[in-house]
């Protein structure tokens, strides 16, 4: 692979992607939206060009000098949270716009499309997550990404395009949203207030963004055509265990409203990844320590706070 393009590159994911990428000495075309607030976020180098584009315009989009690339990476994705996650009619857009990336891969000469699926395509389940697991989701979102992930499948083959699709799991770190669980967590305590919590129970399967972008460039790579992979740490421990590790190393004595917050009828209780497909087929191994990534992640709010009061 020599040149990528990338859709939804502003988030935590996405920055972390062109990082590599740019590591790798790949070219990579951001395409962002118009207008859109986190622009300056997308890291700067002579390998990285910018070219504003709404998912809508996908369908129309060209560049006038005809360049090629050879890989498509299609993270952009609306209404991912909160009630958002309802709005149907937001949600079939967003499966046309994958299918439409899909036929801009095709006019951009990209030989591999490797597309960005979530774990919302399960809905609760206490199985480890592969690509083989029943899928039963229980919101627009998830369903949508389900029928993303199977209608774009067979739009590549249509299009002899190899199809890569994953289901991501719990990606941290910066440029995550503000309303992130581990982002929201980690402002109240260096504000010194206590965050409001569940009891903590749920098992979770957290992954550094950094490892999660490593997942994604060995698939555009190694992937095999027409297989799911789940991007995780393949390991889960209780969220109450990350929680405490975060309260120790922001400010000890700020208390943990554990079992504040009841847990939503639709709660998910199990959340862990096998990835020993995409070990198998890939190579990949996370990497950073869940202690090492939070650190950082840390480090990079209280700088994002700093800047807000300048």
């Not at 369908?59 to 209404?79: I, P, R």
Request: glycine share 10%; hydrophobic share 35%; charged share 25%.
């Amino acid at each position: 692979m020599n040149r990528a393009i990338i859709t939804g590159a502003t988030g935590t994911i996405g920055i972390a992607l062109i990082e590599k990428l740019v590591e790798e000495g790949m070219d990579v075309l951001v395409l962002c939206h118009k207008n859109s607030q986190r622009i300056e976020s997308i890291p700067k180098s002579p390998l990285v060009h910018v070219n504003e584009c709404d998912m809508s315009d996908y369908g129309n989009f060209n560049l006038k000098n005809e360049e090629k690339f050879d890989v498509f990476y299609h993270l952009a994705w609306s209404n991912t949270t909160g009630e958002g996650r309802n709005n149907m009619e937001a949600q079939i857009q967003n499966i046309e716009y994958a299918l439409d990336a899909v036929n801009l891969a095709y006019r951009m000469g990209c030989k591999v499309f490797v597309g960005a699926g979530s774990q919302a395509e399960y809905g609760r389940t206490d199985e480890k997550l592969n690509g083989e697991t029943p899928t039963f989701p229980e919101n627009g979102y998830g369903m949508a990404k389900l029928c993303a992930g199977q209608m774009s499948r067979i739009e590549c083959s249509r299009r002899k395009i190899k199809h890569i699709w994953t289901r991501i799991l719990s990606v941290y770190g910066p440029y995550d949203g503000k309303n992130s669980m581990i982002s929201s967590l980690i402002s109240s305590l260096l504000e010194n207030k206590s965050p409001a919590l569940t009891k903590g129970e749920q098992r979770w399967d957290y992954l550094y963004c950094k490892d999660a972008a490593n997942a994604l460039y060995l698939l555009g790579e190694k992937g095999i055509d027409g297989k799911i992979y789940c991007i995780g740490s393949g390991e889960a421990k209780p969220l109450k265990e990350y929680i405490l590790e975060i309260g120790k190393v922001i400010n000890p004595q700020v208390e943990l409203g554990f079992g504040k917050i009841e847990y939503s009828n639709n709660q998910v209780m199990n959340l862990c990844a096998d990835i020993s497909e995409l070990t198998e087929d890939t190579g990949f191994e996370p990497k950073v320590k869940f202690s090492d990534g939070i650190k950082e992640t840390i480090n990079w709010i209280k700088g994002e706070k700093r800047n807000a009061e300048d």
